[in-house]
């Protein structure tokens, strides 16, 4: 059995981690782009970032800060899961680099696509799962508050918007797994 087989082989056998080796693909990509998420007005900083290291992983960080650098908006987690690809797939980087590129000229919901959120008990397949009460979101929505969406899974996401009245992102609705 070939080294690399082993190590894996016993990587899975051992908590279901890969062993990372000198050939697993490579992940590095950043895309900035200017977008409004406080106010209509506002001009604020997306970033959508993945790795560095092995694409299987990578970290996915999406952040969107004040001009002034002040985090508004946070979500880590391993990239992997935000993708339906196997983990040692040689077009990974360019899977992850388009990942980045189109969350970040995706992000900004369009007024025509709000999601319709429901609770939880009120759901059919496919519907966003309401976050927050009712009434916070219709309020959200009804002042005009720009809404980000991004991937939370291969098969999900979330919906965030700045609340004026707490000063901070909420998650508002999400979808999937």
Request: aromatic share 8%; with cysteine; net charge positive.
């Amino acid at each position: 059995m070939p080294l690399r087989t082993a190590t894996a082989a016993l990587a899975l056998a051992f908590g279901g981690a890969q062993a990372q080796s000198l050939t697993d693909p490579a992940c590095q990509h950043s895309v900035t782009r200017q977008i409004a998420f406080t106010s209509p007005q506002a001009k604020e900083r997306l970033t959508v970032s993945i790795g560095p290291g092995a694409c299987h992983s990578a970290q996915l960080s999406i952040v969107v800060a004040s001009v002034q650098g002040k985090v508004l908006y946070r979500y880590l987690a391993p990239f992997k899961k935000h993708v339906a690809v196997q983990w040692n797939d040689p077009d990974l980087p360019e899977v992850a680099r388009k990942f980045a590129d189109d969350t970040s000229s995706r992000a900004l919901v369009p007024r025509s696509e709000l999601p319709v959120p429901k609770p939880q008990g009120e759901m059919d397949e496919g519907d966003a799962e309401l976050m927050v009460p009712a009434p916070v979101f219709k309020r959200l929505v009804s002042s005009g508050q720009p809404m980000l969406y991004h991937p939370t899974h291969y098969e999900g996401g979330q919906y965030v918007v700045f609340d004026p009245a707490t000063r901070s992102a909420r998650v508002v609705a999400q979808w999937g797994v």
